[in-house]
């Protein structure tokens, strides 16, 4: 009798502990701006409303400097990985051109941002292209980070450059 109270009374320290870390700890600097619902734990079944979700960047995203120069080599590899259904699968939703995958775009949530469009993309520095790339929007556009190393982003960066290049305004 007495063996089973020293289990129960265990057994409730054990679950008084485990529910300590509060559930608003896990996210620290990345919250400042958003303006959605804060802290709801979505059920796993329900589906989430992404229609508001956005880049979470670090602050200084668009000062970060590219390390891989844009060789030929470099864009024929960022291209490769722009294609390939394994690592950045870019094509899928923004196409070969970047200018959109009419094909698929009635399956998108989203429309995809024009990667061909020149005075878009002229605003953009190295680095936030990097900084998208790697983290995508969630449920929007996948985290390339988690499919590509750091080097290979970069060369999608350069890749992706080429394709305002065409129109002939950054060089
Ligand atoms: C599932 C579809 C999807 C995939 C796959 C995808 N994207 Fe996107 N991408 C989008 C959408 C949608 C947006 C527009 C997001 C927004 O609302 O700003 C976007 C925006 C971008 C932007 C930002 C443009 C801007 O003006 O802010 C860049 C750069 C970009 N994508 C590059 C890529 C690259 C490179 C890849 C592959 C590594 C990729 N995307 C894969 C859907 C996708």
Same mark, same amino acid.
């Given at each position: 009798m007495i063996s089973i109270l020293v289990v129960a009374s265990f057994a409730i320290t054990l679950r008084s502990f485990a529910q300590q870390p509060s559930p608003e700890t896990n996210k620290p600097q /990345?919250?400042?701006?958003k303006t959605t619902t804060p802290?709801?734990? /979505?059920?796993?079944a329900a589906q989430p409303d992404v229609s508001k979700n956005t880049w979470e960047l670090p602050a200084d995203a668009d000062k970060t400097k590219n390390p891989v120069e844009a060789t030929e080599e470099s864009v024929a590899k960022g291209k490769e990985l722009y294609l390939a259904k394994m690592k950045g699968?870019?094509?899928f939703c923004h196409g070969e051109t970047g200018a959109g995958n009419q094909e698929n775009l009635p399956k998108l949530r989203r429309t995809p941002a024009?990667?061909?469009n020149k005075e878009r993309m002229a605003g953009m520095s190295d680095g936030e292209l990097y900084w998208k790339i790697s983290k995508g929007i969630n449920g929007i556009m996948p985290a390339g980070e988690?499919?590509?190393t750091e080097e290979e982003r970069w060369h999608v960066v350069n890749f992706v450059r080429t394709l305002a290049k065409e129109s002939g305004v950054i060089n």
């Open positions: /990345t919250d400042t701006k802290q709801q734990p /979505t059920p796993p699968n870019c094509v024009d990667l061909s988690k499919r590509m």
